[in-house]
């Protein structure tokens, strides 16, 4: 998960947790590019509007590298225009979750990617 707001970050966390995820948290860009490319994780939840490098760019400079390319990547933010989700869309993210969201909703979206991935 990454989000630069803790209270968001923290709730996420352990909600996911209780609900058998192994879970890693960061609350900037750079820090997500560097967990992403030494962890692979399975799935990123990733904030849009962050300080400094925003989730599009992260996402963006995800989608460039060979190594994290593969990892499926989830937008959210309070942003969700429709030119917000298609510039979300663009970036190669697989899904993009308005806020406010609520847990089981986004617990759902998380297992859809994951079973599309098993494939």
């Given at each position: ?23 890693r ?48 990547v ?16 663009a ?7 308005p ?5 089981v ?15």
């Amino acid at each position: 998960i990454v989000d630069d707001v803790l209270q968001n970050l923290g709730l996420l966390r352990i909600y996911l947790t209780h609900h058998g995820f192994d879970v890693r948290c960061t609350t900037n860009g750079p820090e997500a590019l560097e967990l992403a490319r030494t962890e692979l994780p399975a799935l990123i939840l990733l904030d849009v509007m962050m300080e400094g490098m925003d989730g599009l760019e992260v996402c963006r400079r995800l989608k460039q590298q060979a190594e994290t390319r593969p990892i499926p990547v989830m937008l959210v933010s309070a942003h969700a225009s429709k030119q917000d989700i298609a510039s979300g869309l663009a970036a190669g993210a697989v899904d993009y979750v308005p806020k406010p969201f609520s847990f089981v909703e986004v617990k759902n979206r998380i297992d859809n990617v994951l079973a599309g991935v098993a494939r």
